[in-house]
């Protein structure tokens, strides 16, 4: 069958996150670097063990967080830049933010960006990588940059997350798992939007 899977970008301002969901959609480096303005969004369908999985992906900013995640639990690639400890200090409460919202099933990688510039880091890869041990999610170093592991922390999560709908721990039906099967979910997309009431900001679920 197909599937669609959502995901959060997440992270402090300036770790990559919008140059990361870039590089993923178009294959480039977003060079320019304008600021995010409201909700940045990105689609796109890989394979993944023999299924095709449609990724629709957030890029948000911390304001519009709760707004993103209103509707269904998506998954997260929680960002830090590998040459800036401020960010990796800030990795416990995004992690409290997103378990919060989330059910123990949640699915998050880790992606320690701008491994490009390793000369200047200020986290080894070792202490990421049991930080990320300790707090039960995956890990990856990244670079928008080059592309390097950019696809591979997609197809990471969303295989992860196969294996949980296959051993059951997922349920795709469950309202709110942030996980739709594809025809169902792609008839919702097609579907004319309803009006929405005054005042009422859109969350694009
Ligand atoms: P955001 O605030 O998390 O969305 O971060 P941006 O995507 O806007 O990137 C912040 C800055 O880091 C920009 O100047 C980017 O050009 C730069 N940048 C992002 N990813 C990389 C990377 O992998 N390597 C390098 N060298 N620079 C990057
Ligand atoms: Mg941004």
């Known amino acids: 069958g197909n599937f669609l899977f959502k995901f959060l970008v997440i992270g402090n301002a300036g770790t990559g996150k919008s140059c990361l969901l870039h590089q993923f959609i178009e294959k480039r480096f977003k060079d320019e670097s304008n600021h995010t303005i409201g909700v940045e969004f990105g689609s796109k369908i890989i394979s993944v063990v023999n299924k095709m999985v449609k990724l629709q992906i957030w890029d948000t900013l911390p304001h519009l967080f709760q707004t993103v995640t209103c509707h269904y639990l998506p998954s997260f690639l929680l960002l830090f830049f590998c040459c800036s400890r401020e960010t990796y200090n800030a990795l416990t409460t995004w992690l409290s933010d997103a378990r919060m919202l989330a059910s123990q099933n ?17 986290v080894t890869f070792l202490e990421a990588s049991r930080f990320a041990q300790e707090n039960e999610l995956m890990f990856l170093e990244t670079s928008a940059l080059t592309g390097e592991n950019v696809e591979e922390a997609f197809v990471q999560c969303a295989r992860k997350i196969l294996n949980k709908i296959e051993s059951g721990e997922l349920d795709p039906e469950r309202m709110g798992s942030g996980i739709q099967y594809g025809d169902a979910a792609l008839r919702q997309l097609r579907s004319p939007r309803r009006a929405q009431p005054q005042g009422t900001q859109e969350c694009g679920c």
């Open 106 to 122: 949640i699915v998050i990688i880790l992606c320690g960006n701008k491994k490009d510039l390793d000369a200047d880091r200020e």
